[in-house]
Structure formats: C-alpha cells, structure tokens
C-alpha cells in the first residue's frame, strides 16, 4: 500500500479523499482504488482516475471540478506549519509545491494554478506534527481534523460536483524521497482526480496505488488532466 492518498470506503490507515457535498455538511468516501491487468485506452484511464469507472463499466463516485470561473488562477498555499514540523521537510514541501504548480500548469489542461501566501487560498496545505497513522488535530479545518493521517491526506469541501475549497495534510513522518510524489499527487487529486490504479503496468502514473516515485505528468496522467479539465 502506498503512502501518497488513495480514495477509500472507509476510514483508511492511510489516506482518504473526503467530499462535502449539497449545501449542508455530508461525508462521503469513494473507492481508494481500481485494478487492472493492462495499460488501457486514454479514455479508459480517464474515467478510472476521475471516477473510479473499471475498464467497461459504470463510475463509482460522482465527477468533481473547480467551477469554470476559478479555473485560471488557483491558488495554492501552505497555510500552516506545526511548530515540530522537520524543517528540512518543509524546505522539501516548498520546493516539491512549486514543482507541481509547473508540472501541472504545463499539462495542457485548462487551469492555471498560483503560489500564494496568503492562509485562505483555494488549496490549503497542512503541515502537521500529525505522526503517520495518527488522528489530526487543531488545524481548523473541519474536513481534516479528527480523521486519521499517513504521508498525505486531501479533503474537498463541494456543492453539486463543484470543489469550492480543498485542503492537503501532509504528516511529520513523511519519507524525504516520497515528497515530490507525494505533494504532486496530492495536488492532482485536489483537482478531481481521486481514484490510484493498482497494476504492473502503470509503473510510470502518478496514481500508480503502490508507488510514490513519479514527480511529473506525462503520457496519460497529463491526458487524463486535459480531459477533465479541457481547453474550449
């Protein structure tokens, strides 16, 4: 199993993807994962990461997207750090953040995403003092706190398929070279894409679901962001 965030039906020892949805607080979890024996059609892979569709068949979660009008400048910001937060890993964090702002700003998809350093910014990360396996505790957030926490967690606070807010924990426990990873994948799903794929065949995805090594979006992992969000 690996440490980055992978969507789940119930509390994972890992990491979860939590989605608000209607106008009134409502948890929902979605699958953590689907398996496949072989590279499938863009299409296919598509539709897996977005909604946990296996190859042929139905999705299992609902699409969630940034509205239209707040594609164009995301911003993202580290919006608190626990006093015992390792600052060598917070060095790595802030560099691996900048990264994947490039990585994703360059996929060809319709969405420009922005450093900020302000604490309400429309992606909000956390980095606790939360050890790996641990319940958070005190940021604020109310999708965060009192859910359990491995390397990374997302939460997505969304109205009707809409994501209005996301928020990213990251634990003190997270291995230096899984960060890159990490924080990229983290991001990807903070826009919609949820669901990992587990097999062989997809060593080089970032949603690969027993992996943290890949630190770029290339191939279907960037198709995959095109298509959900596309250039009009």
């Known amino acids: 199993m690996r440490h980055g965030c992978g969507i789940?039906?119930?509390?994972?020892?890992r990491c979860a993807l939590i989605l608000v949805l209607a106008l009134s607080p409502v948890l929902a979890a979605a699958q953590e994962y689907v398996t496949v024996p072989r590279r499938l059609s863009d299409e296919a892979f598509y539709r897996l990461v977005a909604c946990a569709a296996p190859p042929g068949?139905?999705?299992?979660?609902?699409?969630?997207?940034?509205?239209?009008?707040?594609?164009?400048?995301?911003?993202?910001s580290i919006s608190f750090i626990a006093p015992n937060f390792p600052g060598y890993r917070l060095d790595l964090v802030d560099q691996a953040i900048d990264r994947a702002i490039a990585e994703i700003n360059g996929s060809g998809a319709y969405l420009v995403l922005d450093r900020s350093y302000?604490?309400?910014?429309?992606?909000?990360?956390?980095?606790?003092?939360?050890?790996?396996?641990?319940?958070?505790?005190?940021?604020?957030?109310?999708?965060?706190?009192?859910?359990e926490l491995a390397a990374g967690r997302v939460a997505l606070r969304t109205i009707h398929g809409r994501i209005e807010e996301a928020a990213i924990a990251i634990s003190r426990d997270i291995r230096r070279r899984e960060i890159g990873s990490v924080v990229l994948e983290e991001m990807v799903q903070a826009l919609g894409l949820a669901t990992d794929i587990l097999s062989p065949a997809y060593r080089d995805s970032?949603?690969?679901?027993?992996?943290?090594?890949?630190?770029?979006?290339?191939?279907?992992?960037?198709?995959?962001?095109?298509?959900?969000?596309?250039?009009?």
Not at 57 to 76: H, I, M, N, T, Y
Not at 133 to 138: N, Q
């Open 206 to 232: 970032i949603f690969n679901e027993r992996s943290n090594a890949v630190v770029w979006l290339r191939g279907q992992d960037a198709e995959a962001l095109r298509r959900h969000y596309p250039r009009f």
């Open 118 to 147: 302000e604490t309400d910014a429309d992606i909000r990360i956390y980095l606790l003092d939360t050890p790996s396996g641990g319940v958070i505790d005190g940021t604020g957030n109310l999708q965060l706190d009192g859910e």
């Open 57 to 76: 068949g139905e999705c299992a979660k609902p699409q969630v997207r940034w509205p239209e009008d707040r594609r164009l400048s995301l911003s993202v």
């Open 8 to 13: 789940s039906e119930s509390m994972l020892t």
